[in-house]
C-alpha cells in the first residue's frame, strides 16, 4: 500500500523545478494537483522512443497492425473518403498530433497578426473546448480559489470550476451603462480581490449568451487593467480567453483578435490562457477538438514544462483527444477551399446578424423587451421587461413551437446560428405576439 | 460571490435521494464529488425539450444550421462517405446518443448471454475508455479510499486513480503459484481491509500488460470472494471491470464473458461497474469510444439517477463525446459484415497468439524468461531471470532495432496485436540473441 497521492512522482518534481525558474507565476498560480501532474515516461515515452528507432520490429503498441497498418473494420472504414485510415484509427498523442498543433499555431498568428513573434506555447489539443476548461481548471484551481466569470455566462462553467473544482465564483458585469464593457467594474472587482494574491479572470468574447465582443480600445482597457492588478497589487492572475466563438464579429467597431494578443507578453505575474477549437470556428461541433495555449511575459522557457504537465492531465482524464477528428481539422485547413468555406459561412451568419439588428431595431419590440449589445458569436439575448423569462419560454414553445433558452428569470437568448434568414422576421414576430398575450394576461 | 461548492444544487439533491432509497451503497460510496453533481438543466433540458416540441422554430441550438441542416464545411465533409453530416456534426449528448446506448446494451447482453435479465444501466458513452476509469474516479473516489489494482498493471491506473484522485492504492497478486489468478490473494487482501467499509477493487481481463484472462471457475471464485467481503464483512465493494480488451480470448478454459456478469446482481453492498469500448474491441483506438454500465443488486430504480450523474460528470469535463465517432461505431454495429469482419481479425489475432505460445515453449528460450500465463488480449509479458529488464529493452531498440516495453526492471511486454504472424518467430530470436549477448556480458 503507498499513498501514490502523498509522494511527487520525480518528473513532477523536475517539471515543477523548470517550472519555478522560468515562469514563477506559474507555480504560484498552478493547483495542488497541477503540481503532482506529469507527462508520464513507461508505455508512453517507450513507444516514442521505439517509433523513431524500432526499425526491425515494434511490439511496443496497443494496437492491432496487420502489414504495417492499422488493422481496421471495414465496417468502418469505408465511411471514410480520402483519409487514410492510419490517419484516423490509432491513438493521437496525449497532446495532440504534432501536425495539428504546429498547423493550430500558424492559424493562431495568421488570425491574430499583432501577436507578432510574441513567444506563447504550442497548442496542446483538447477534446473540445470545455475539455480545455476543464483542463485549466485541473491545473490551475484549487478549492476556495477566487474565480470571476463575466455576468452573462455560459451555465457550464459552473459546473467545471465550482463544482468540479470547488472555485468560489464570482462574477464582473459585462456591460456598462452603454452598453459597451465595464472596464470600471472589472477594475473594481481586481481592487477588491487582488490581496488574496491570486485571481482566475475569465474572459469570453464573442460572450456566450449575449453576442457581445469587445472594441479594441475595450481590449487594452482591460489589458492596463490586469497590468495594473499585476503591478500595483502585486496579484497574480490566470487570464482565461474562452475563444470558441473567435472569427464570427459582425460589427466594424468589434476587435477582430483575440484578447490573448494583450495579455500574452504582457507581465511575469499575468499568466495568459488561449482556449480555442474547431467546435465553432469551423463547424464541427461534435468531432471535438480544441485547443489551450498559454502565454506569459519572459516565460518561454516554462511552455515545454506546460504543455508536458498539460499532456499528463489528459492522459490521466481522457488519454487522448480524437484522432479522426483531429485529421479532418487538419485536411480541412490544408484544403484550398477552407478560407472560401468559411468566408461562405461566416458571410451566411453576417447577414443573419444584420437582419435581426434590422428587425429588433423596430420601435415595436421595446414593449416587451430590449436586446443586449450584440455584434458577434451565434446568440443574441433580450432582457424581457416585465415578464418571467421561464415562464415565457414555456408558453413560447408550448403554444406557439417555437424553442428558446432563458438564461435567467429576466433573459432570453435566442440562437441566430441555427435560424435561416428568411425565418428571421417570423421568428420575432411570433416571440413579439407571445409576449404581448402574456402581456395583456 | 458565492461558494458553489458549499452548497448542494438541488438537482443534485434530488438524484442523491433516489439513490438513497433505491441504492443505498451507490450513496455510500459515491465521492465527495459524485454526491455534488448534477445533470444541469438550463440549455440542456430546455434544448431537449425544444427538440421535441419546437415545431416552428428552434432558436435553442448552439450549433449552425443552414435548411435545418448542420452547416458544415465541405473541406470536412467531403471525407465522410455514406454517411449523413447530419450525423457526424451536431453534439451528441452528454452521456452518449441515444441510438448507440441502445445498440451497446444489446451487444453487451449478446456478448454475455449469462447476464440474462439481470437489470443493468443503459451505458453512458465516454470519450475513450480511460474517460471512463477517470470519470467513474470522480464519482466514487475521493482523497484516502483504498483501491486495489493487479500486481500486473496499466501505468496508467496510478495517474487517473491515485495522482489525480488521490485514492490509496494498493495491489492485490495476479497470479497463484500454479499460473492461475490468485483467489487467495485477493481474499486476503478484502479480509485485510475490509474494515474501512468501503473498497475499490479493479478488475482488468484480458490483463494488459501480461494478456491473462480468468476461467469461469476463476471468476465464480471471485465472486464467492466480493460476496463474503460485503455479507460476512460488511464492506461496501466498487468492483470496476476494466473489459477493454474483451474478447480476444484465445485458449478453451477462458471465460468468454465479463466477470461484470458474475457481479452486476450480486449483493446491494456491491456496485459493479463494467467498462469496455469500440476502442480494442473494435479495432478503434483513435476514435474514442467508449462506455459506462451500471449493476447493483436491487438497485435498479437507481440506474437513471446514476446516469444523470455520471452525463453530469461529463459535462464538466469535455461536455459530450465525439459523435462522428459514435455514429462510425453505430453505423459499423449495424453493417451486415460487421460480425464476419471481427471474426476474421479476431482470428489473425488468435493465430499470431496459437503462434506466440509455439515459439515460447521451445526450452532454448529458458535461459532467458519465463512467460508469463497469457490466454488472450493484445499482449504477453516474459520475467526476464537475471537481466534488468530496462537496460534489456534499451539494448534491443538501441542494437537490434526491436521495441518492447519494460514494465518493471524484471518484466518485459510484447505486443503481439501489431506483429504479424509471419514475423513472431524471428522477433522471439532476436529478443534472445539480445538477451544472451548481455548474459555473456
Redesign the interface.
Given at each position: 500500500?503507498?499513498?501514490?497521492?502523498a509522494e511527487l512522482?520525480p518528473l513532477a518534481a523536475e517539471l515543477n523545478q523548470t517550472l519555478r525558474q522560468q515562469a514563477p507565476v506559474v507555480t504560484r498560480v498552478m493547483s495542488e494537483?497541477g503540481k503532482?501532474?506529469y507527462y508520464?515516461k513507461?508505455?508512453l515515452t517507450?513507444?516514442a522512443?521505439?517509433?523513431q528507432?524500432?526499425?526491425?520490429?515494434?511490439?511496443?503498441?496497443?494496437?492491432?497492425?496487420?502489414?504495417h497498418h492499422?488493422?481496421?473494420?471495414?465496417?468502418?472504414t469505408?465511411?471514410?473518403?480520402?483519409?487514410d485510415p492510419d490517419q484516423?484509427?490509432?491513438?493521437?498523442p496525449s497532446a495532440g498530433r504534432a501536425d495539428l498543433r504546429a498547423a493550430w499555431l500558424e492559424e493562431i498568428k495568421a488570425k491574430n497578426p499583432s501577436l507578432g513573434d510574441t513567444p506563447v506555447s504550442l497548442p496542446v489539443v483538447t477534446?473540445?473546448i470545455?475539455?480545455g476548461l476543464?483542463t485549466v481548471a485541473?491545473m490551475f484551481v484549487d478549492?476556495?480559489d477566487?474565480l470571476f466569470l463575466p455576468d452573462q455566462v455560459?451555465?457550464?462553467y459552473?459546473?467545471?470550476?465550482?463544482?468540479?473544482r470547488?472555485?468560489?465564483?464570482?462574477s464582473y458585469p459585462l456591460y456598462d451603462a452603454n452598453g459597451g464593457f465595464d472596464l470600471r467594474g472589472l477594475s473594481e472587482i481586481i481592487h477588491k480581490h487582488s490581496r488574496v494574491g491570486k485571481l482566475v479572470l475569465l474572459f469570453n468574447f464573442p460572450n456566450?449568451p449575449t453576442g457581445y465582443s469587445i472594441t479594441p480600445a475595450e481590449a487594452d482597457g482591460i489589458r492596463d487593467i490586469l497590468l495594473e492588478g499585476a503591478t500595483r497589487q502585486e496579484c497574480d492572475i490566470v487570464a482565461i480567453c474562452d475563444d470558441a466563438y473567435f472569427g464570427l464579429f459582425y460589427g466594424d467597431e468589434v476587435l477582430k483578435e483575440s484578447l490573448f494578443t494583450r495579455l500574452a507578453a504582457l507581465h511575469p505575474r499575468i499568466l495568459a490562457i488561449k482556449l480555442d477549437g474547431a467546435s465553432?470556428e469551423?463547424?464541427?461541433?461534435?468531432?471535438?477538438v480544441g485547443f489551450i495555449t498559454y502565454g506569459v511575459a519572459g516565460g518561454s522557457g516554462a511552455y515545454e514544462a506546460l504543455e508536458k504537465k498539460t499532456g499528463?492531465?489528459i492522459?490521466?482524464?481522457?488519454?487522448?483527444?480524437?484522432?479522426?477528428?483531429q485529421a479532418?481539422?487538419l485536411?480541412?485547413?490544408g484544403?484550398g477551399?477552407?478560407r472560401a468555406?468559411?468566408a461562405e459561412?461566416f458571410a451566411?451568419?453576417a447577414r443573419r446578424a444584420a437582419k435581426v439588428r434590422e428587425i429588433l431595431a423596430e420601435p415595436r419590440f421595446d414593449e416587451v423587451w430590449k436586446m443586449y449589445p450584440f455584434n458577434s458569436g451565434?446568440?443574441l439575448c433580450v432582457r424581457m421587461n416585465e415578464l418571467n423569462a421561464e415562464e415565457y419560454?414555456v408558453k413560447l414553445?408550448?403554444d406557439?413551437?417555437?424553442?428558446?433558452?432563458?438564461?435567467s428569470s429576466t433573459d432570453i437568448?435566442?440562437?441566430?446560428?441555427?435560424?435561416?434568414e428568411v425565418?428571421l422576421a417570423?421568428?420575432f414576430d411570433?416571440m413579439l405576439a407571445c409576449a404581448l398575450e402574456m402581456k395583456a394576461g
Open positions: 500500500m503507498n499513498r501514490v497521492n512522482n494537483l503532482k501532474l508520464p513507461g508505455i517507450q513507444s522512443e521505439a517509433k528507432k524500432a526499425t526491425r520490429f515494434n511490439a511496443t503498441i496497443g494496437e492491432a497492425r496487420e502489414l492499422s488493422m481496421g473494420l471495414e465496417a468502418i469505408r465511411h471514410l473518403c480520402d483519409l484516423a484509427l490509432p491513438y493521437a477534446s473540445g470545455t475539455h476543464s485541473d478549492e476556495g477566487l455560459w451555465g457550464n459552473r459546473l467545471i470550476f465550482g463544482v468540479k470547488g472555485a468560489r465564483v464570482g456566450n465553432k469551423d463547424y464541427a461541433w461534435g468531432l471535438r499528463g492531465c492522459r490521466g482524464t481522457i488519454s487522448n483527444s480524437p484522432n479522426l477528428s479532418l481539422v485536411r480541412a485547413m484544403d477551399d477552407y468555406q468559411k459561412k451566411v451568419l451565434y446568440f419560454r414553445l408550448n406557439y413551437g417555437v424553442g428558446v433558452i432563458s438564461t437568448r435566442v440562437a441566430i446560428s441555427c435560424v435561416d425565418d417570423d421568428l411570433v
